[in-house]
């Protein structure tokens, strides 16, 4: 079975704080994908990333920055000098076949001027 | 390049109603996947359509049936509608066929059931 866990509800920050956001999967596939999707208020999800299980190399984009390790199956999702606009909520997700993806509970995140 | 698009954006329904979702895929997407997202289940997925042929499904009733045309467009729609399908339905669409696998997501239908 595939499950994602996002452990923190709601994180509350103050502008310019660096934040991680946490993610633990568990599946028993060898080959699987993993994405983070961030969304505002409006509604639509909008994609950050996707890493493939045979590429665990960290990856930074921007102020945006993900830790990927397969031995404690987490993908963490750091941003770094955070904004005002960052302030949404974020899905960490889970997928073998491309389409059936297990979403996380989701973390919202409160950026505060 | 055009997003996807879904129609409408909000829709109000009576118990017992059915209703049709619509949703066009960014143009070149062949596949086209529909989640659920409540606030007490999150977001679930529904089931996925490439080339026409349903190819996966979550674990729905069948009142949840969906089909998709030869121009990739997807509709959805619910019969019978209960208080519980009240929910954001959001679609989004890939090119599984080329091998990407990033799954870009329309803006939702709001569906409100009374």
């Known amino acids: 079975a595939q499950k994602v866990t996002q452990a923190q509800t709601e994180i509350s920050v103050v502008e310019k704080e660096d934040v991680t956001l946490d993610c633990v999967y568990e599946?028993?596939?060898?080959?699987?994908?993993l994405f983070w999707y961030k969304q505002p208020p409006s509604g639509e999800l909008v994609f950050l990333i996707r890493?493939?299980?045979?590429?665990?190399q960290n990856e930074i984009s921007g102020r945006y920055s993900w830790n990927f390790q397969k031995s404690t199956s987490s993908f963490n999702f750091t941003i770094t000098a955070s904004q005002v606009v960052d302030s949404a909520v974020y899905f960490c997700a889970l997928t073998y076949n491309n389409n059936d993806m297990r979403f996380g509970a989701g973390t919202r995140l409160t950026v505060k001027p | 390049k055009a997003g996807v698009t879904q129609t409408p954006r909000y829709l109000i329904k009576t118990r017992g109603q059915q209703v049709t979702l619509s949703c066009s895929p960014i143009s070149g997407h062949r596949s086209v996947s529909w989640y659920q997202q409540t606030p007490g289940q999150g977001l679930q997925f529904l089931f996925e359509y490439f080339s026409e042929t349903q190819r996966n499904k979550g674990n729905f009733p069948g009142r949840f049936s969906g089909r998709q045309f030869s121009n990739s467009r997807s509709e959805m729609n619910v019969s019978t509608l209960e208080l519980g399908d009240s929910a954001l339905y959001l679609c989004a669409s890939s090119n599984r066929g080329q091998g990407l696998y990033e799954q870009y997501f329309g803006p939702g239908t709001r569906l409100t059931v009374t």
């Open positions: 890493r493939n299980s045979f590429d665990e």
């Open positions: 599946t028993r596939d060898t080959t699987y994908y």
